[in-house]
């Protein structure tokens, strides 16, 4: 089930990002936007801890490649520019193995574990997406005056809601495999 939940939020991020308009935010002078989906991947990176807690490292890379293929399936049928569907395929690869290497090596209690595991997984996956997928290095969609902060945003929002993930978990599943 935790499995299928996982590749749901996968699904979920990828559709709200093709659905809805960009949640637009004025910051120090700067227009940021971030994709709706955003909300969603943050959410992927707590429910990937648990595949791995509840089911072992094996399946978390199963999960995770199967994730990949839904989120490129999805690209393709939203007709994604290439440089954006390229960008978070490779972001989501990178993160989502970073997330799992840090989990696998903190050990004790999951909310710990899961906080530790996203203050290295979503910088990489906002840097990546971001600056390949949306910088004038790829698409221009955000200017290179707004690329830093649009990262700190989006970095802010995963990590948010990890720790929002992480109390429960923190309470629910005190040790973790």
Partial sequence: MIVALYIAAIALANVL????????????????????????????????????????????????????????????????????????????????????LVYTAVDGRLGPRIIASGLVSCPLDSTIFVVFGLSPLATGIVPWSAVFLTIVVQVLVKIGLQVVAAVPAWRLAPEAT
């Fill in 17 to 100: 990002t093709a659905q809805y308009a960009p949640l637009l935010l004025h910051i120090s002078g700067q227009l940021v936007a971030i994709p709706i989906g955003t909300f969603a991947i943050g959410l992927t990176f707590f429910l990937r801890d648990f595949v791995q807690a509840r089911h072992g490292l094996r399946t978390a890379y199963l999960a995770i490649g199967a994730a990949l293929a839904v989120n490129l399936g999805l690209s393709v049928h939203y007709h994604d520019l290439l440089a954006i569907t390229l960008a978070s395929a490779a972001a989501f690869a990178v993160s989502e193995t970073s997330d799992t």
